[in-house]
């Protein structure tokens, strides 16, 4: 398998059958999960820079099918203005079997963009600044607003226009993005690319995917936002 933890089955604390069919749900967050989140994914000290609050926020419940071919539930949160188009886009990408290593809150990583990435953990919000660093005014990224989703990060990287490199040496397989050179076949099923059947079906939903290079430079591959 592309991580060492792919065969924990510990990751995953949800029944996958306590949701009926492949489409998710998504609620206001639960205190529990607020608890979770504080001062780790949401900073009260961030939130007027950032510009949104907690009923901005859904929790939700995302079905997938995981890279040993199980389906299994996943968490994440997402603005409520994006919330309901992505879970009609996890649908589609289960129904098409696209694979998704996991899907969990970035809390369980205490917050880290960089410990979720080298996990290849599939994550959407998280009050930060670009590249990982801390929120100033004027370095916020999108993440912040639950407006971005990255999937499947270790398998498609963060490449530096410059040099072709990313920053996490787990994933030096996957800076050459000729997936067909890749050497694990459920990494293959998992690239992201403009010839992806999930390239297609996140920009059909109007998304913007960030890995063609075209914005910074830099190919952030892994990485789907929907801003306006
Ligand atoms: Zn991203």
């Not at 099918?65 to 996943?74: A, L, M, S, T």
């Not at 409520?80 to 996991?102: H, R």
């Not at 290849?120 to 407006?147: C, D, L, P, Q, Y």
Request: glycine letters at 8%.
């Amino acid at each position: 398998m592309v991580s060492s933890s792919s065969n924990n089955s510990s990751d995953n604390t949800i029944d996958p059958d306590s949701i009926t069919g492949n489409r998710g749900t998504a609620v206001e967050i639960p205190e529990e999960i607020k608890d979770k989140m504080r001062g780790k994914s949401y900073k009260e000290e961030y939130a007027s820079i950032v510009g949104i609050t907690w009923d901005d926020l859904r929790y939700c419940q995302i079905p997938y099918i995981d890279f040993n071919g199980n389906r299994q539930i996943g968490e994440m949160i997402l603005n409520k203005s994006v919330a309901e188009d992505a879970l009609d886009i996890f649908e589609e990408l289960y129904n098409i079997g696209y694979p998704i290593e996991k899907i969990r809150l970035i809390d369980e990583y205490d917050a880290s963009d960089y410990q979720s990435i080298e996990d290849n953990n599939t994550s959407a919000f998280n009050m930060r600044g670009t590249n990982g660093s801390e929120i100033t005014e004027g370095n916020v990224s999108n993440h912040s607003k639950g407006v971005c989703i990255d999937i499947n990060p270790q398998i498609n990287p963060w490449i530096d226009g410059d040099t072709g490199e990313g920053t996490h040496e787990n994933a030096r397989e996957y800076w050459n993005r000729d997936y067909t050179q890749w050497s694990n076949e459920t990494a293959k099923k998992a690239y992201i690319g403009e010839d992806s059947e999930i390239y297609r079906i996140f920009t059909e939903h109007g998304w913007r995917w960030l890995g063609g290079g075209k914005e910074s430079g830099n190919s952030d591959t892994q990485h789907f936002d929907k801003v306006n």
